[in-house]
C-alpha cells in the first residue's frame, strides 16, 4: 500500500513540484495550501509523514507542527518542516515544535525522498 504524504505549503508552485515528485516516487499525496486545511485534512484522512512549510499566513507551520504533536490521534505523523528560513532560527523552532526533521529551501530531493522513507520505516516499525 501507498504511503501517503501531506504536503503544506501556501506556494502553489511548491505544492505541485513536491506532488509531482512524490507521485514519481511511489507516494500518495495530499496537499493544503494553509495549516487550517492541513488540520482538517489530518483529521479525515489517514497521513503517514507531513511535509510542512514555516512560513504561511494565518496559521504557520510551528502551530501545524503544535497541533499535530499534542493531538493523541495525530501525535505520531512524522513531520518534516520545509522552509527557506535560516537554519539556526528554523532549528530551534522546528526542535522546540517536536518536528522530526528539518530541511531548508532549495533542497535536494534525493535528500528529501531518502529522509521520508528513512521516517516512514521508523514510524511503522514504532506501531
Known amino acids: 500500500m501507498k504511503s501517503t504524504v501531506l504536503v503544506v505549503d501556501d506556494e ?18 495530499l496537499e493544503a495550501e494553509n495549516g487550517e486545511r492541513a488540520l482538517r485534512i489530518i483529521q479525515s484522512n489517514t497521513v503517514d509523514i507531513v511535509l510542512l512549510d514555516i512560513v504561511m499566513p494565518g496559521m504557520d507551520g510551528y502551530e501545524v507542527c503544535d497541533r499535530i504533536k499534542t493531538n ?8 518534516i518542516i520545509l522552509t527557506g528560513k535560516g537554519m539556526d532560527e528554523g532549528l530551534a523552532g522546528a526542535a522546540k515544535k517536536k518536528a522530526n526533521f528539518y530541511i531548508v529551501k532549495p533542497y535536494d530531493y534525493k535528500v528529501l525522498l531518502a529522509q521520508i522513507e528513512t521516517m516512514l520505516k521508523k514510524s511503522k516499525e514504532g506501531r
Open 12 to 29: 502553489e508552485k511548491n505544492r505541485k513540484l513536491l506532488n509531482k515528485i512524490l507521485k514519481t516516487a511511489g507516494y500518495s499525496v
Open 72 to 79: 493523541p490521534y495525530t501525535k505520531n505523523i512524522p513531520i
